[in-house]
């Protein structure tokens, strides 16, 4: 088990994402988390992949990219922390990787795929840390951060972005 970060575990820009993870066994909700990704590819027509619903908005494509980068980045982050390395770690820049990218002209295949490997390496390094790593802090973006919170805030970042992509993009 993964204990829930405490406020004193983030910063507090943070605590929108780590808030909205339930209550339970963090891994099992990951896990389910990628069960929920699969359906929700499956159900989205290919012709929406680069909808946006507003002007200067990310695509659905984009979205979809940009909850892979994040979780790489934030187990990236979680790795350093986890293993006692407390070099600070800088921020990213969301908005330039999304540009950088080049999402859009990915498939749904392509993206699904993406979003799979990136889960699953997440789940591979949840599951062989030891207890006392998740404890462990280091410095993000000027923040002192835990690597549980870094897990949380996973989850939290796909629940938020879910969301968004199901009331903005899908009932368009």
Do not use: C
């Not at 802090?137 to 969301?163: C, M, P």
């Amino acid at each position: 088990m993964i204990a829930r970060p405490g406020s004193q575990d983030h910063s507090p820009y943070f605590a929108v994402y780590i808030d909205r993870v339930p209550e339970g066994d963090l891994v099992e909700q990951l896990r389910g988390q990628r069960s929920a990704m699969e359906e929700l590819l499956t159900e989205l027509p290919p012709e929406k992949l680069t909808y946006r619903y507003a002007e200067g908005k990310w695509s659905v494509a984009q979205l979809l990219g940009h909850i892979a980068d994040t979780e790489r980045v934030m187990s990236y982050r979680l790795l350093r922390i986890a293993r006692g390395d407390d070099t600070p770690l800088a921020g990213f820049d969301q908005d330039l990787f999304v540009a950088q990218a080049g999402h859009d002209g990915w498939s749904i295949d392509r993206l699904r795929a993406e979003y799979d490997a990136v889960r699953g390496a997440t789940l591979s390094l949840l599951q062989g840390l030891p207890e006392r790593a998740f404890s462990r802090r280091g410095i993000v973006s000027g923040n002192e951060t835990t690597a549980a919170a870094l897990a949380y805030i996973i989850a939290g970042h796909e629940l938020h972005h879910v969301d968004a992509l199901r009331r903005l993009y899908m009932e368009a």
